[in-house]
């Protein structure tokens, strides 16, 4: 039972370049979510989706878009890649209410 | 919009000591209450949660946590700990809007130093 799986685990980005995080969840669950963890900050809620084909704007949504194509797939995308995007990025799924599962974590590093 | 203090930014206990971590959270209504444990790169496991009902809820690893009303807490507890508790550990609050798609709202983390 893999749970939440977030890919890739790691990457080093250059300021500007763009790339997609994925994160997929075998579980059925209609909510998935995007935060971002930074020291002395826990974690932050960047997107979310209630469901197949719906996004919206959590706390901090500026410079990231996402997009919910499959209801299994939740893809958090960065266009221009900048230093202050330096973090951990977690994913998360559930099926109702607020108790959610978490990936393990794609840690980004734009220089 | 709901917010969640923890306190105390580290703790240092030494091993076989009891432990107490504190979480405030400020909502309009009585939230779900959560408390996960982060150890060093690695993701976030639940080590409990707060729905509704006991107010004294037992999680994993030994760990329990009390939901007082009238504080707006949701304190973490452990009677005796151990070196592995060494990690982060957060406080959440979630809403259910009808669909749990509020998300969570995070404290910002205690950091747990257990002495030899």
């Known amino acids: 039972n893999a749970g939440v799986t977030q890919t890739p685990k790691f990457r080093v980005l250059k300021t500007g370049q763009s790339m997609t995080l994925l994160c997929a969840q075998d579980?059925?669950?209609?909510?998935m979510y995007w935060y971002r963890q930074d020291p002395g900050m826990g974690l932050r809620l960047i997107h979310y989706?209630?469901?197949?084909?719906?996004?919206a704007k959590g706390e901090v949504p500026d410079g990231y878009n996402v997009s919910r194509l499959k209801k299994q797939n939740f893809l958090l995308g960065l266009e221009s890649a900048a230093p202050s995007q330096t973090s951990v990025y977690f994913c998360?799924?559930?099926?109702?209410?607020?108790?959610?599962?978490f990936g393990q974590g794609t840690r980004l590093t734009v220089v | 919009a709901q917010s969640v203090t923890q306190p105390d930014i580290h703790i240092t206990v030494s091993e076989g000591a009891s432990l107490e971590l504190r979480c405030n959270y400020s909502?309009?209504?009585?939230?779900?209450l959560f408390w996960y444990v982060q150890s060093p790169g690695q993701g976030l496991q639940l080590l409990l949660k707060y729905f509704s009902g006991d107010t004294l809820v037992q999680g994993i690893k030994g760990f329990e946590a009390e939901f007082k009303r009238s504080q707006s807490s949701f304190n973490l507890r452990k009677p005796s700990v151990h070196w592995s508790d060494a990690a982060e550990y957060f406080c959440?609050?979630?809403?259910?809007?009808?669909?749990?798609?509020?998300?969570?709202?995070f404290g910002k983390g205690t950091h747990l130093i257990i002495q030899p």
């Open positions: 989706s209630v469901g197949e084909g719906t996004t």
């Open positions: 579980m059925n669950h209609e909510y």
């Open positions: 909502y309009g209504a009585t939230p779900y």
């Open positions: 959440a609050v979630g809403f259910d809007s009808g669909g749990g798609a509020d998300g969570l709202t």
């Open positions: 998360a799924s559930s099926y109702s209410g607020p108790l959610a599962f």
